[in-house]
């Protein structure tokens, strides 16, 4: 794609089609862009690299920008290997080139690529400057975000913040994706800056006097026009605000008397006049839209079967996937089947423990085996309390 960002910013990123999953974990139907810009001035900065197996197509697109100029200096913001695979092929093409990066950045790309470009780097900490003639970048350390070595970068002649990572999505630059930004973003949001709320907090912070007419980050469509949605849904998702009102009924079943349960809720909850209810089979729904629903909404109920004395296998990596993203400030409803002995309800009410600002509802449902006038009585004031 041929796309110009300003007068002297130029879009020099690759789609990868070819990707299953991205990180090994994340399914990318859409694909996946590895964006990277140039910024050409008296002296030119590149703009991070892109993933193995699309050096060729980046340096011809580099090439093409450049038409017959010579870069000054590679900026690698993020040594995550999509961005930082072709930092060889560059440096060997242009010897005269310099790295800018932070200095655990430099330990990071020797780790990955066995050198450090001792001798051709230049080590930027926060605040540092780098004046390109018209255009002088200003650099930003987000560390976690998602990486310990990031550090954003912001040219205030055009306005726009490199911003690595934060604010991409997934999906190619040539996918045209009809849900807009918000609902691959959040996926990946929660899937892989999740944990870091508090450093997305800190960065927030850090930019909040800075104008901003442009947000290139390393995955997903350029930022444009008004950006005050990305960056009000930034600040909502890192400081563990509701996003949207409703219920999240997640559950697993093994005969269909779980769901059947949560299906009872569902209807229940919407008699109650609960306007939005999400209801994920965890075992046949993808993981990380099940995680990203559970981030959204600000209910979230937990149903499931007992299994091995304990929580079922899906529900209990599911339950892992909140803690470990650091779930916090929701009410939690649970739901618990065991035909003999149910167990499943202490389990996630221990998994929970160390959560900060869970609620539990006063309402639990046990079922046993199969529903009965009685759990269906007890799902029905479950319905009533959760619609409070
Ligand atoms: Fe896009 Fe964290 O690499």
Same mark, same amino acid.
């Given at each position: ?16 089609? #070819? ?27 590149? @703009? ?73 780097? @230049?080590?930027?900490? %926060? ?77 927030? #912070? ?61 209807? %229940? ?45 899906? @529900? ?11 779930? %916090? ?48 009585? %007890? ?10």
């Amino acid at each position: 794609m041929d796309i110009k960002i300003t007068n002297d910013i130029r879009y020099i990123g690759v789609d990868d089609h #070819k990707i299953d999953l991205f990180e090994g974990l994340y399914d990318v139907p859409n694909g996946m862009a590895y964006n990277s810009y140039v910024i050409l001035d008296e002296k030119i900065a590149v @703009m991070d690299t892109v993933g193995d197996g699309f050096g060729d197509e980046w340096l011809g697109k580099l090439d093409a920008a450049l038409a017959g100029r010579r870069p000054d200096y590679l900026v690698v913001q993020h040594v995550e290997p999509d961005h930082s695979a072709n930092i060889a092929a560059f440096m060997e093409r242009f010897p005269d080139a310099t790295i800018c990066a932070s200095q655990q950045a430099f330990k990071l790309i020797a780790a990955f690529y066995g050198r450090d470009y001792a001798d051709r780097r @230049m080590v930027v900490a %926060q605040d540092a400057k780098l004046e390109l003639g018209r255009h002088t970048l200003t650099f930003f350390t987000a560390p976690m975000v998602h990486w310990p070595e990031v550090v954003m970068t912001y040219d205030s002649a055009d306005k726009v913040l490199f911003s690595a990572d934060a604010f991409g999505k997934f999906g190619a630059q040539d996918y045209d994706d009809p849900e807009g930004w918000s609902c691959e973003a959040r996926r990946y949001y929660f899937g892989i800056v999740g944990k870091f709320g508090a450093q997305v907090q800190a960065l927030l #912070k850090k930019l909040s006097g800075v104008e901003l007419k442009t947000i290139c980050s390393l995955h997903g469509p350029i930022l444009t026009g008004d950006l005050s949605e990305y960056l009000t849904l930034y600040n909502t998702w890192s400081g563990y605000g509701v996003e949207t009102e409703g219920v999240v009924i997640a559950y697993t079943t093994v005969y269909g008397h779980t769901r059947e349960a949560a299906e009872y809720l569902a209807e %229940q909850l919407r008699k109650n006049g609960v306007k939005r209810v999400v209801v994920n089979d965890l075992a046949r729904t993808d993981m990380y839209e099940d995680v990203e629903d559970a981030f959204r909404h600000g209910k979230l109920v937990l149903c499931t079967t007992t299994y091995n004395g304990g929580v079922f296998p899906v @529900m209990r990596e599911f339950i892992e996937h909140l803690t470990e993203r650091g779930y %916090q400030n929701r009410t939690v409803a649970l739901v618990e089947n065991g035909a003999w002995a149910p167990m499943a309800a202490k389990g996630m009410r221990a998994m929970l423990e160390g959560c900060k600002d869970i609620t539990f509802t006063n309402a639990s449902v046990k079922v046993l085996a199969s529903l009965t006038d009685e759990s269906r009585a %007890q799902l029905d004031a479950l319905a009533k309390e959760l619609a409070e």
